[in-house]
């Protein structure tokens, strides 16, 4: 038996979820595929994976070899891009979540790029706005905005962003503008919540935060309708700068009480067990270029 393969078939059947899914991958039969992971486990000596008739589930065992397995892979890709002097080129996929409206709005344009410096590399994007999942579901990079929370993952900066809090010129003009914190309650708001609990808006940094909780005419725990709601005119908001990157530019969109706005960063984050393969380190790299010029604009304020 071939181990790498047999490693690197285990780990592809766990990441698309099936073995028919590996074997059409692979242009083999699924029997194969299923006998190659059999061959496996006896070898082992321990069951690896569960079997359902829909679905298939790591055991404890399994899991521990999966975090093995991958660590092997990347280890055997690092070594042959080392001995070949740069001469091998990177390959392979790299499964990635994002959270969904920062997929669509700032990493699908950044992939045309990606792709043809290394047509060997393939992207798997899932979204998701928590990186926390990335151990369990196998994924080897998370794109996450603001500060992490303690957890078993390591987070490079890509860049950073404003918290800024927004409105349209139309909203404005037939509002009034807020010159304060105090005057925020007169205004109607667009509340981002999480669970069935609102979220504060935090305006300044360190030991001088202010926090305000607006009554919020329009509630939602989807970035994209509050983008959508503050586009609409419906009322102010506190978003990440990246949210309205391009209406800040055009000016269709304006800051507010900018002295009290606080930045966040923008993290690439991953497992901190795994080592970093060469491909994730070149996609991390990439992002790390393209990003230092994605949220550049010229402030515009009321």
Same mark, same amino acid.
């Not at 940094?205 to 919020?216: C, E, L, N």
């Not at 393969?277 to 010029?293: C, D, G, P, Q, Y």
């Given at each position: 038996?071939?181990?790498?393969?047999?490693?690197?078939?285990?780990?592809?059947?766990?990441?698309?979820?099936?073995?028919?899914?590996?074997?059409?991958?692979?242009?083999?039969?699924?029997?194969?595929?299923?006998?190659?992971?059999?061959?496996?486990?006896?070898?082992?000596?321990?069951?690896?994976?569960?079997?359902?008739?829909?679905?298939?589930?790591?055991?404890?065992?399994?899991?521990?070899?999966?975090?093995?397995?991958?660590?092997?892979?990347?280890?055997?890709?690092?070594?042959?891009?080392?001995?070949?002097?740069?001469?091998?080129?990177?390959?392979?996929?790299?499964?990635?979540?994002?959270?969904?409206?920062?997929?669509?709005?700032?990493?699908?344009?950044?992939?045309?790029?990606?792709?043809?410096?290394?047509?060997?590399?393939?992207?798997?994007?899932?979204?998701?706005?928590?990186?926390?999942?990335?151990?369990?579901?196998?994924?080897?990079?998370?794109?996450?905005?603001?500060?992490?929370?303690?957890?078993?993952?390591?987070?490079?900066?890509?860049?950073?962003?404003?918290?800024?809090?927004?409105?349209?010129?139309?909203?404005?003009?037939?509002?009034?503008?807020?010159?304060?914190?105090?005057?925020?309650?007169?205004?109607?708001?667009?509340?981002?919540?999480?669970?069935?609990?609102?979220?504060?808006?935090?305006?300044?940094?360190?030991?001088?935060?202010?926090?305000?909780?607006?009554?919020?005419?329009?509630?939602?725990?989807?970035?994209?309708?509050?983008?959508?709601?503050?586009?609409?005119?419906?009322?102010?908001?506190?978003?990440? !700068?990246?949210?309205? %990157? /391009?209406?800040?530019?055009?000016?269709? *969109?304006?800051?507010?009480?900018?002295? =009290? $706005?606080? #930045?966040?960063?923008?993290? !690439?984050?991953?497992? %901190? /067990?795994?080592?970093?393969?060469?491909? *994730?380190?070149?996609?991390?790299?990439? =992002? $790390?270029? #393209?990003?230092?010029?994605?949220?550049?604009?010229?402030?515009?304020?009321?």
């Amino acid at each position: 038996m071939d181990r790498l393969d047999a490693m690197q078939t285990f780990v592809r059947v766990i990441e698309k979820g099936s073995f028919s899914a590996v074997a059409k991958e692979r242009g083999i039969g699924q029997p194969a595929v299923s006998k190659q992971i059999s061959a496996l486990e006896e070898e082992l000596g321990t069951e690896l994976i569960h079997r359902a008739s829909r679905s298939i589930a790591l055991t404890e065992a399994g899991r521990d070899f999966y975090e093995s397995a991958l660590r092997i892979l990347d280890d055997f890709e690092n070594a042959a891009s080392r001995i070949g002097r740069g001469q091998t080129a990177p390959k392979g996929l790299i499964r990635v979540t994002v959270p969904p409206t920062f997929a669509r709005l700032h990493m699908v344009s950044k992939l045309p790029a990606f792709f043809a410096a290394y047509p060997d590399i393939a992207v798997e994007m899932s979204t998701s706005e928590s990186p926390v999942t990335i151990i369990e579901d196998g994924f080897d990079l998370a794109i996450h905005s603001g500060d992490l929370p303690d957890s078993p993952l390591v987070a490079r900066k890509l860049g950073q962003t404003m918290i800024v809090l927004v409105a349209t010129p139309q909203y404005l003009a037939r509002h009034g503008v807020p010159e304060s914190l105090e005057d925020l309650g007169r205004f109607r708001s667009i509340v981002f919540v999480e669970r069935s609990s609102g979220q504060p808006w935090s305006f300044g940094a360190g030991q001088d935060v202010k926090r305000v909780i607006p009554t919020g005419v329009f509630r939602t725990s989807d970035l994209e309708q509050l983008r959508m709601g503050v586009l609409e005119h419906i009322g102010i908001a506190q978003a990440p !700068a990246w949210l309205f %990157a /391009s209406e800040l530019r055009e000016g269709t *969109v304006v800051r507010l009480l900018m002295p =009290l $706005e606080r #930045t966040v960063p923008i993290l !690439a984050v991953r497992p %901190a /067990s795994r080592r970093m393969s060469a491909k *994730v380190r070149i996609f991390i790299e990439h =992002l $790390e270029k #393209t990003f230092a010029l994605c949220f550049q604009f010229n402030p515009r304020s009321s």
